[in-house]
């Protein structure tokens, strides 16, 4: 067999995997899974016992970048919160 004709055949396959892969969404960045996960975001007034226990929900790269956006957010505020009654005393 013509080794052209094996490289023809590959390439074919590959494509059509890369279509059928797109068409079930399989590079999504959430898959079924995820979408439904529930996600509790930090108290106003958390706790170190609060960070304990925080997760975020996996994503294709790491996590979800707005769940970590919040909760960098939210530990801002509550630092300077803190920043600004110790400057107060």
Do not use: C, K
Not at 57 to 69: N, Q
């Amino acid at each position: 067999m013509p080794l052209w004709i094996v490289i023809g055949v590959a390439a074919a396959i590959f494509v059509l995997v890369i279509v059928l892969a797109a068409t079930f969404n399989v590079f999504s960045a959430e898959s079924a899974e995820e979408t439904d996960a529930p996600w509790e975001p930090l108290p106003h007034d958390f706790t170190a016992e609060d960070l304990e226990g925080l997760s975020f929900r996996p994503a294709l790269r790491g996590y979800r970048m707005e769940d970590v956006d919040d909760v960098v957010t939210a530990l801002r505020t509550r630092i300077h919160e803190l920043e600004a009654a110790r400057g107060q005393q």
